[in-house]
């Protein structure tokens, strides 16, 4: 495995997430958190575009795959690795976010978190108007609220995220 | 030269390529810049003239080729009807066609890519500590670079007349374009004007005639759907295959060419050995090389600032990197002791000989290093990418790809079935040589050595049998 894909899933454990690919639920998730972790100071050097489920990495895929193959094989060599401890304190810090037994409920929110963040902090939003926001998610489609995006900017800022 | 079409005086620009390259006035500005004319001093295809003599075409031409194949898409596109766009939304995706390579780091991918180098004694193992280190920024990717310059650097700011024009031309290239749909697919269907361009210039540079396309039918049987999906006619699958076969054999050829490829790894490893070292002039970190970009230091940002970089380590660096450092200087490419190729269905994930091979190598080198009295950094135990014919392909079962949401599905090429509304990518359709290779990658694993110390010919070939023999045992 190289030393990025080791990265990728050491953020994975330290988020609590397993590193899966098999359904676009699955993906989706892996996509969103590794987002959000890297949104929250863990600099892993994915650089993320926007498509129709918000940020979006094919290098995340490329490596997500690598990793899930070879956790198949029983190949995966990342034991004995570790998470400097200041990216992993920040990474703990969003463990909260990232939890929810449901996978198609966190998929939803993760994409919403990964979406608002991706929209404010590249300027495609002025300002942090819900409405504004609920109008851009709206043009892709996607049944996100007003008040579904407010409890999503009042859990980023909670979380340092936003500012 | 000055010519005129459609009535607007514009300049004119011959390429080898596309002939005519006709430009406005706004874009002629932008490539009189400083910023911009950095380009022709960075190669395109990185170090690959030590193989192919003639390949030392630039950034600068792909970009103007990169313009040309977007003129002809919006083109196409209008006299299907099936786009409309405005006159700033056209002038906004030609200029995102101009500047989208405008980052590029010296070498190209070569320097971009150092944050992603293992050193071999880190392959190995058994050398420093196993904590990732998340805390370092990395080198940004050469869009991220890009949208630095177009936003940050004066002379391309006034050339493109306002900073929020400059904005909305690095959001598109960069994909953060979130107010326009239409125009993201646009520019990122799979179909790509940058890959058409570099497939076809890089295959006449190297003489290489595997990547030759047939270019004019992909675009003449470009349409868009109602949803903004762009895909070509049925008639066309045979172009789009070759397309992406075309793609395939490029990298194995070219790309990957085990001479080429060996000599780009020593360049990749010496610039990592240097950058942590941190008494070479190397950015530090990506916050680094975005304050580099945005200064007034960026017109020296190009293929030179790493020649110049590996002068210095010849002279001030230490063992291994002094050899390195020679073996690119003096055109001593590394020798290769031996490869394993594999092609293999991704959906069997069996662990392929490369795999063992390379688990042998991290096993047996340092003993093999001391052995011959070699420090371990002169071996580069490497693996190309695995190279997919689809981008997404070899990652996915073809069950997979059917299941496939739009962001996936942007990457794969697509084809209007008959009188259906919306195409179908590349990978389901059954009759498509796509469809039964998809699944397939291909993906070379090497160890070279660095040497050129007494009795070369002779410690080569010693070592080729000695790792021929441990490789060949597994």
């Known amino acids: 495995m190289e030393r990025q894909q080791i990265g990728l899933k050491l953020v994975m454990d330290q988020l609590g997430l397993p590193v899966q690919v098999d359904t676009f639920e699955d993906r989706l998730i892996l996509q969103k958190a590794v987002y959000l972790a890297q949104a929250a100071g863990v600099n892993l050097g994915y650089y993320f575009r926007w498509y129709l489920h918000g940020p979006y990495c094919s290098s995340v895929s490329d490596d997500g795959f690598c990793v ?29 976010l990232v939890d929810c037994n449901d996978r198609s409920a966190l998929a939803k929110k993760l994409e919403l978190f990964a979406s608002i963040h991706f929209l404010l902090d590249r300027k495609q939003v002025s300002g942090q108007s819900p409405d504004k926001i609920t109008a851009v998610l709206r043009k892709f489609g996607k049944d996100f609220n007003a008040d579904d995006v407010r409890g999503a900017l009042g859990e980023l800022r909670d979380h340092d995220i936003i500012h | ?21 006709h430009l406005d006035e706004r874009e002629w500005r932008i490539l009189d810049t400083v910023s911009f004319q950095r380009l022709r001093r960075i190669k395109q295809l990185q170090m690959g003239q030590v193989t192919y003599p003639n390949a030392t075409h630039t950034r600068f031409a792909h970009c103007l080729g990169t313009l040309a194949i977007m003129a002809r898409i919006l083109r196409v596109l209008k006299e299907d009807g099936g786009i409309s766009l405005n006159e700033k939304k056209r002038e906004n995706l030609r200029m995102a066609a101009l500047l989208h390579d405008i980052g590029h780091y010296p070498y190209s991918h070569l320097m971009e890519g150092i944050d992603h180098v293992d050193l071999t004694e880190e392959i190995v193992g058994g050398v420093g500590s196993k904590s990732f280190d998340a805390t370092r920024s990395r080198y940004p990717d050469h869009e991220e670079v890009g949208k630095a310059i177009v936003t940050g650097q004066r002379d391309i700011l006034d050339a493109i007349g306002s900073p929020d024009r400059a904005r909305e031309v690095a959001d598109l290239f960069t994909r953060s374009e979130a107010a326009d749909l239409q125009l993201s697919k646009l520019l ?99 916050d680094e090389v975005l304050s580099l970009v945005r200064s007034a230091e960026l017109s020296s940002f190009t293929d030179d600032y790493v020649d110049r970089l590996v002068r210095r380590a010849s002279k001030d660096g230490n063992e291994v990197m002094q050899a390195l450092a020679s073996c690119i200087e003096r055109r001593r490419p590394p020798k290769l002791l031996y490869e394993v190729q594999v092609f293999e269905n991704a959906e069997h994930q069996t662990i392929n000989r490369g795999k063992v091979f390379f688990s042998r190598a991290k096993r047996s080198l340092k003993a093999l290093a001391e052995k011959y009295g070699i420090p371990l950094g002169q071996f580069l135990l490497c693996c190309t990418k695995p190279l997919k014919l689809e981008k997404r392909g070899a990652s996915l079962t073809v069950e997979q790809a059917r299941g ?6 942007d990457e794969l090429i697509k084809v209007f079935i008959g009188d259906e509304p919306e195409p179908k990518s590349l990978v389901e359709i059954e009759h498509s040589l796509i469809h039964v290779c998809a699944a397939h990658l291909w993906q070379a694993f090497r160890l070279y050595v660095v040497y050129e110390g007494k009795n070369k010919e002779d410690v080569v070939k010693r070592l080729r049998k000695e790792v021929g023999e441990w490789a060949e045992c597994v």
Request: charged residues 25%; aromatic residues 8%.
């Open chain 1, 68 to 96: 899930a193959i070879e956790l198949g094989q029983g190949t995966e060599d990342s034991a004995g690795w570790s998470l400097d401890a200041a990216s992993a304190e920040k990474a703990s810090g969003i463990l909260d």
């Open chain 2, 1 to 21: 030269m000055t010519s005129s079409i459609e009535g607007v005086s514009r300049k004119l620009i011959v390429d080898s390529l596309h002939g005519d390259v």
């Open chain 2, 188 to 286: 990122h269907s799979s179909l790509d004007m940058d890959r058409l361009d570099y497939l076809q210039r890089d295959s006449r540079a190297t003489g290489v005639p595997y990547g030759d396309i047939d270019m004019n039918y992909l675009l003449n049987s470009l349409r868009i759907s109602g949803t903004s999906m762009v895909g070509v006619v049925e008639k066309a699958l045979p172009a789009a295959e070759q397309f992406l076969l075309a793609r395939f054999f490029m990298h194995k050829a070219v790309y990957f060419h085990k001479t080429t490829y060996g000599i780009e790894e020593a360049c990749r490893q010496l610039l990592r050995r240097m950058r942590d070292a941190g008494s070479f002039g190397m950015p530090k970190d990506g």
């Open chain 2, 404 to 409: 496939l949401e739009s962001e996936e599905e």
